[in-house]
């Protein structure tokens, strides 16, 4: 059975990725983190949730889901950019989910 081209270049991209600068890697467990705190340091402190304990968990939650969605695809696409020659550093912006390793600043 042949699997199709695409998926052959998608399982051999993520493979390359896995074994270079490990963004992939690493992003992901950092944005969970790192997150809500780019998050909350963003907002006024008003979330909405009225103060109750439980709305302040369900926003850190979610903000650690979408930092950690966010370093995953922020790292392939750094990891990339360094296989290709884009990057001179692999680790530039690894603390940041939001910031490839080619957006200069970070997005601080």
């Known amino acids: 059975m042949s699997l199709p081209r695409c998926l ?14 490990s963004c992939t890697l690493c992003k992901p467990i950092v944005g969970a983190v790192t997150g809500p ?4 340091g963003h907002s006024s402190g008003n979330f909405g949730c009225g103060c109750d304990g439980r ?22 696409y750094s ?5 290709c020659g884009r990057a001179p550093d692999p680790c530039e912006n690894w603390w940041d989910p939001f910031a ?7 997005s601080r």
């Open 37 to 40: 705190v780019i998050f909350l």
């Open 55 to 76: 709305g302040i968990a369900a926003v850190f939650l979610v903000a650690s889901a979408v930092g950690a969605v966010a370093g995953l695809a922020t790292g392939i």
């Open 100 to 106: 490839t390793n080619t957006s200069g600043p970070s």
């Open 79 to 83: 990891d990339v950019q360094f296989l």
């Open 8 to 21: 052959v270049g998608l399982v051999a991209v993520l493979g390359i990725s896995l074994g270079s600068a």
